[in-house]
């Protein structure tokens, strides 16, 4: 039986400084998400009723109506999750922001893969995406931290689960490099031969249990793809 992510969970940002904001829509639209930026709170509640979103990206400190006044327009409109961008030494705001109904809070400046993890889990607490993912024989539960092919546990490392997780969620689609480096480990500025040696052994493991399932897009990168005959 072959899984998937179903309609995929809407995140809006909110930030003002247009090099985050854009690398945040991004790197949430690598993970699968559908994501919406926005640099500042003018018309929001229009945004809410209209764009829906599963989860809110929210900068405290923005032009006009600061994040903790929106926090509140969120917490009024809607049942969103919502996640704030706070400064290193803003441990006021932070605690401020948990009391107002902040569901989690990430602290500038951040790698762009732990606040797309932080998302996943608030929007999975909130039963807005499934824990478990499926392709073919493959099993990967993210609440669980295991994955399994054909009833085998995969002994996987804590970044080849994390690089596995973010292959299936974009199954089908060739991946880059850069992109996956982003994603798994944070940061793009860093030797590429570093993705290729984890891949490897993420697909010694996988084929020690059935047959290719990553595959080599020459000059591209990367890309997960069903056995054929199995869903995916």
Known sequence: MGGTWGTAAR??????ETAIRESVVEA???????????????????????FRPDLVVLDVMLPGRDGFRLLG????RSD???????????????????????????????????????????LRRRGRVPTAMTVGDLVV??????????GAVLELTATELRLLRYLVEQR???????????QVWGYDAYDPNLVEVHVSALR???????PRLVHTVRGLGYALRPVAGESA
């Open 172 to 182: 089908g689609r060739t991946v880059t490099k850069n992109q996956i480096l982003t």
């Open 73 to 76: 327009v969120v917490r009024e």
């Open 80 to 122: 969103a999750g919502l996640v704030l961008l706070t400064a290193r030494d803003a441990l006021a705001d932070r605690l401020h922001g948990l009391d107002g109904g902040a569901d989690d809070y990430v602290v500038k400046p951040f790698l762009l893969a732990e606040l797309v993890s932080r998302v996943r889990a608030v």
């Open 204 to 210: 010694r493991k996988l084929e020690a249990h059935g």
């Open 28 to 50: 949430l639209e690598d993970a699968g998400f559908r994501a919406l930026g926005r640099g500042d709170g003018e018309g929001l509640e229009e945004l809410l009723d209209g």
């Open 11 to 16: 995140v809006l940002v909110v930030e003002d």
């Open 141 to 150: 539960d993210d609440e669980a931290g295991t994955a399994t092919r054909g």
